[in-house]
């Protein structure tokens, strides 16, 4: 069951462009599927936040009851650890839409969806001041965009709360909060204040990112390529499968990405993790060498299974350029992977053309067979041209409209 904060946002829905909704669309020729219930969806948290327990610190089940006898305020839930024993949920509240503020600050896109879930408005994040405001004053958080297919210029009132820093010291501070979130529709536990998470114990992670390690399944002892590493949330979940045992390369070409990524690894208490900043095509020094067991790519992607979302503007030439860009990280980890060896290939998004059909271009052009998850999970893959029923079986898809969870594509394959 859904949780209450999955409902609609009163008054709100994702704003997508045309090229978005011709892309959505095009998966009701394969299953049934509303754009309309995916735009509702898409712009709440869908009612979940779930942590991931760092087993090499701790037992699920015992930082579990710890937990609830430390936050009794909190609504905490083990129902998906059958598949993924190391997942806890936390229920995610309602909260209140806010009242407009005559001072007002802007933050970007990733930051203004994430004041929704009452999170703070932290300094990355700010694009600027709107008006004049003072320290303790009460302040709206704004986001403004314009949307490309119209001309039409939007502005979201996101969330409200009282500022830690004057408008004139905002652009001074580089870390740390500049507002502390008040008045938002949705309200998560603030986890990262608690001595669980600081020390380590525990790290947030959505439940179908956590679910793509465990298809995965490395063992102790292997030698694990991470490609598209991103900060780290699969490479760290990867390390604790093979009890830190083994070695993992994990690269990405950025560096702030990485950064956040030896943070991570250091408040885990994690060994096996080698960072690499490059680019795929420019560490084949690297992969030439590495010969891994297990590959986990999870590229660049349109990110519309992401929540909550206020709007997609991407345009057709930006799909295509998705796909194509896709398949060459692909191809540019190929010749490292050894025969027999195990890539699983996921993302965050929902459409056909960054899911089955890219992979059924690589199953037909880069000598992969797909080949049965080692967990099951979410719903089968669709049948697209060039996919067997079979292999679309063997894939893993989350639809938010369905589900508590962001959307998300998962494929397990062997090279042959």
């Given at each position: 069951?859904?949780?209450?904060?999955?409902?609609?946002?009163?008054?709100?829905?994702?704003?997508?462009?045309?090229?978005?909704?011709?892309?959505?669309?095009?998966?009701?020729?394969?299953?049934?599927?509303?754009?309309?219930?995916?735009?509702?969806?898409?712009?709440?948290?869908?009612?979940?936040?779930?942590?991931?327990?760092?087993?090499?610190?701790?037992?699920?089940?015992?930082?579990?009851?710890?937990?609830?006898?430390?936050?009794?305020?909190?609504?905490?839930?083990?129902?998906?650890?059958?598949?993924?024993?190391?997942?806890?949920?936390?229920?995610?509240?309602?909260?209140?839409?806010?009242?407009?503020?005559?001072?007002?600050?802007?933050?970007?896109?990733?930051?203004?969806?994430?004041?929704?879930?009452?999170?703070?408005?932290?300094?990355?994040?700010?694009?600027?001041?709107?008006?004049?405001?003072?320290?303790?004053?009460?302040?709206?958080?704004?986001?403004?965009?314009?949307?490309?297919?119209?001309?039409?210029?939007?502005?979201?009132?996101?969330?409200?709360?009282?500022?830690?820093?004057?408008?004139?010291?905002?652009?001074?501070?580089?870390?740390?909060?500049?507002?502390?979130?008040?008045?938002?529709?949705?309200?998560?536990?603030?986890?990262?204040?608690?001595?669980?998470?600081?020390?380590?114990?525990?790290?947030?992670?959505?439940?179908?990112?956590?679910?793509?390690?465990?298809?995965?399944?490395?063992?102790?002892?292997?030698?694990?390529?991470?490609?598209?590493?991103?900060?780290?949330?699969?490479?760290?979940?990867?390390?604790?499968?093979?009890?830190?045992?083994?070695?993992?390369?994990?690269?990405?070409?950025?560096?702030?990405?990485?950064?956040?990524?030896?943070?991570?690894?250091?408040?885990?208490?994690?060994?096996?993790?080698?960072?690499?900043?490059?680019?795929?095509?420019?560490?084949?020094?690297?992969?030439?060498?590495?010969?891994?067991?297990?590959?986990?790519?999870?590229?660049?992607?349109?990110?519309?299974?992401?929540?909550?979302?206020?709007?997609?503007?991407?345009?057709?030439?930006?799909?295509?350029?998705?796909?194509?860009?896709?398949?060459?990280?692909?191809?540019?980890?190929?010749?490292?992977?050894?025969?027999?060896?195990?890539?699983?290939?996921?993302?965050?998004?929902?459409?056909?053309?960054?899911?089955?059909?890219?992979?059924?271009?690589?199953?037909?052009?880069?000598?992969?067979?797909?080949?049965?998850?080692?967990?099951?999970?979410?719903?089968?893959?669709?049948?697209?041209?060039?996919?067997?029923?079979q292999e679309a079986n063997y894939l893993t898809r989350f639809h938010p409209q369905d589900s508590p969870h962001v959307g998300f594509f998962i494929a397990r394959m062997k090279k042959k």
């Amino acid at each position: 069951m859904i949780p209450d904060a999955g409902s609609p946002v009163p008054g709100r829905e994702c704003i997508l462009s045309p090229a978005v909704e011709a892309e959505l669309e095009s998966i009701a020729d394969y299953c049934e599927f509303s754009v309309e219930k995916f735009k509702q969806s898409i712009v709440t948290p869908g009612g979940l936040f779930f942590l991931r327990v760092n087993t090499l610190k701790v037992d699920p089940g015992v930082i579990f009851q710890s937990m609830r006898e430390a936050h009794p305020d909190v609504k905490f839930n083990r129902e998906w650890s059958t598949h993924v024993p190391e997942a806890i949920a936390m229920t995610v509240e309602k909260g209140e839409m806010p009242t407009p503020q005559p001072k007002m600050v802007e933050a970007d896109k990733h930051a203004a969806e994430s004041v929704m879930l009452a999170a703070p408005l932290y300094a990355p994040g700010v694009r600027s001041p709107v008006n004049s405001f003072s320290k303790g004053d009460t302040v709206s958080i704004i986001h403004r965009c314009k949307t490309p297919w119209n001309g039409k210029s939007r502005e979201f009132l996101m969330a409200n709360g009282v500022a830690v820093h004057g408008s004139g010291r905002v652009h001074l501070v580089s870390r740390g909060t500049i507002i502390n979130t008040l008045q938002s529709p949705f309200i998560t536990p603030k986890f990262q204040t608690w001595q669980e998470f600081r020390k380590g114990l525990v790290l947030d992670q959505n439940f179908p990112s956590m679910l793509a390690a465990r298809i995965l399944a490395p063992e102790p002892g292997e030698i694990v390529l991470d490609a598209c590493a991103g900060t780290g949330g699969k490479t760290t979940h990867e390390a604790q499968l093979m009890h830190d045992e083994g070695s993992i390369v994990a690269i990405d070409r950025s560096k702030r990405n990485l950064e956040k990524m030896r943070r991570r690894i250091k408040r885990l208490g994690i060994h096996v993790i080698t960072p690499v900043h490059s680019k795929l095509h420019e560490a084949r020094d690297i992969l030439r060498d590495l010969s891994p067991n297990k590959v986990l790519i999870d590229p660049p992607c349109s990110a519309l299974g992401f929540r909550p979302k206020i709007y997609s503007l991407f345009d057709k030439n930006d799909f295509k350029n998705f796909a194509a860009n896709q398949f060459r990280l692909v191809q540019e980890i190929t010749p490292c992977i050894p025969s027999g060896s195990i890539l699983v290939y996921s993302t965050c998004t929902v459409t056909i053309r960054e899911n089955e059909m890219l992979i059924a271009r690589l199953v037909d052009e880069l000598d992969y067979e797909l080949i049965k998850p080692a967990v099951r999970c979410g719903t089968s893959g669709l049948q697209v041209p060039r996919l067997s029923r079979q292999e679309a079986n063997y894939l893993t898809r989350f639809h938010p409209q369905d589900s508590p969870h962001v959307g998300f594509f998962i494929a397990r394959m062997k090279k042959k």
